[in-house]
C-alpha cells in the first residue's frame, strides 16, 4: 500500500505564493504519476489541478492554474511539490495528493487533503 500525507495549506492573502508537499510512503515504487487535486466547495466535484510522470520530464495543468502554479517531484525523498504563486480567491479549496500506478486512468492512491484559504 501508498499512503499520502499532504501538508503546507494555510490562509494567504491574494497574490501571495504558497508551497503544498505531498510525502509518499509505502511501495512507492507502484506510483509511475503523481498529481495534485482540490475541491472547492462542499458538494463539488474534485478538480484536477497538474500531474507530473515519476521521470519529472511529463508534467500538465489545468488551464485555471497555467503560468501560476508548478508542481515538481524530489523521487529521493518521495515527495511531490505544489508551487502556487499569484494565489486568487478562486484558488480556494482542499487540495489533495494523489498517486497513479499506471501513465493513464484513475487514480489509486489518496492523501486526506489540506485547506487552502486565500483572501482578497
Known amino acids: 500500500q501508498v499512503q499520502l500525507v499532504e501538508s503546507g495549506g494555510g490562509l494567504v492573502q491574494a497574490g501571495e505564493p504558497l508551497r503544498l508537499s505531498c510525502a509518499a510512503s509505502g511501495r512507492t515504487s507502484n506510483i509511475n504519476t503523481m498529481g495534485w487535486f482540490r475541491r472547492q466547495a462542499p458538494g463539488k466535484e474534485r478538480e484536477f489541478v497538474a500531474?507530473?510522470?515519476?521521470?519529472?520530464?511529463?508534467?500538465n495543468y489545468a488551464d485555471s492554474v497555467k503560468g501560476r502554479f508548478t508542481i515538481s517531484r524530489d523521487n529521493a525523498k518521495n515527495t511531490v511539490y505544489l508551487q502556487m504563486n499569484n494565489l486568487k480567491p478562486e484558488d480556494t479549496a482542499v487540495y489533495y495528493c494523489a498517486g497513479r500506478r499506471n501513465y493513464y486512468g484513475n487514480y489509486d492512491y489518496w492523501g486526506q487533503g489540506t485547506q487552502v484559504t486565500v483572501s482578497s
Open positions: 500531474a507530473i510522470r515519476s521521470s519529472a520530464d511529463t508534467t
